[in-house]
């Protein structure tokens, strides 16, 4: 069987292995991933702020709090991680170690296409920026995403 790899070279191809850490230990590495402050938001607002674009951050009243929120154009932005957003889920979805994390990404995916349905609806703009689209993007790139 030849092997599949997305675009960082892991294998899409291979089959689900059991998990090498125990219960414990995997549910204590899993309460330290956060969901705001990650390196790639923090690098992005960085961005931001040099290019003086004036933001609201992770505003709490709008619906789906997205990272970041620019009233005056009604721009909402999200930055999605490629892993808990599921970025070409489909692919991969087959070497999670059980249900519940299936489950978890399957939630993800549905609640992200009702708010950015939703918020769209009532006149925002809504983008979503995926990790990885990111990665190794210039600053006058990064600044031109939000003012589509």
């Known amino acids: 069987m030849s092997k599949i790899r997305n675009f960082l070279g892991r294998n899409l191809s291979s089959k689900a292995t059991r998990d090498k850490l125990s219960k414990r230990k995997r549910s204590a590495l899993m309460a330290r991933i956060r969901s705001r402050k990650t390196s790639f938001e923090v690098d992005f607002f960085r ?43 489909p692919r991969w979805k087959h070497k999670l170690k059980n249900d519940s994390w299936r489950l978890k990404i399957e939630r993800n995916r549905k609640r992200d296409r009702y708010v950015t349905r939703s918020l769209r609806g009532k006149g925002w703009t809504v983008t979503r920026l995926w990790e990885h689209t990111l990665i190794g993007m210039n600053e006058n790139d990064i600044a031109s995403l939000i003012r589509r």
């Open 47 to 89: 961005v931001l702020r040099g290019k003086k674009v004036n933001f609201t951050p992770h505003p709490k009243k709008i619906l789906g709090h997205p990272d970041l929120l620019i009233r005056g154009a009604r721009i909402c932005v999200f930055l999605d991680s490629d892993f808990w957003h599921g970025w070409q889920y």
